[in-house]
């Protein structure tokens, strides 16, 4: 049963790895993981493209996204991320947190939420945006580095998040 969305209540966040690229910048192949995230109920979406999947990376896609979308919701929900929690207990509010993630979350006043463990469907709006990049964005393009990749996903931000969304029938932004 899907979730009836609030405006301003939640947003969905997850990483996703695209695979390696020659970075003609770099003169080098790089690694390239995705951040998503996506806004609950118009289903607005940021997403940001960096060479690795750690703390700092993750915490600026947050920073970025926040500009992006002018602000955050009261909730964030995530997946058992090791950017956000380091023990995940049965009981969500038993699990150890990264430190550096609470003080970010603390600092900015939201509330994390964690998914029930192998449960992807509590988060399907952002599993659903991975697939969607991939498919719409990624596929059958060519980037030259971190930074064409970047550059080329804002443009094609721009356009799909004023499209008439497939699910909500309104524009997103």
Request: charged residues 25%; proline residues 3%; contains cysteine.
């Amino acid at each position: 049963m899907e979730r009836t969305e609030i405006p301003g209540e939640q947003t969905q966040v997850d990483w996703g790895y695209f695979g390696k690229i020659y970075d003609q910048e770099q003169k080098r192949r790089i690694k390239l993981y995705c951040f998503f995230m996506i806004l609950g109920y118009s289903r607005a979406l940021y997403i940001e493209f960096f060479e690795r999947a750690h703390i700092i990376n993750f915490l600026m896609g947050h920073n970025n996204a926040f500009k992006y979308f002018g602000g955050h919701t009261k909730e964030i929900l995530y997946d058992n991320l090791k950017s956000v929690v380091i023990k995940r207990a049965i009981r969500a509010k038993e699990s150890k947190f990264n430190k550096k993630f609470m003080d970010f979350a603390g600092y900015y006043g939201f509330n994390p939420i964690l998914c029930r463990p192998y449960k992807p469907n509590t988060k399907g709006k952002v599993e659903n945006s991975v697939l969607y990049v991939r498919q719409n964005f990624f596929a059958g393009e060519e980037f030259t580095s971190l930074n064409d990749i970047n550059r080329k996903s804002q443009e094609w931000l721009k356009a799909i998040n004023a499209r008439i969304h497939s699910t909500t029938k309104q524009q997103p932004i």
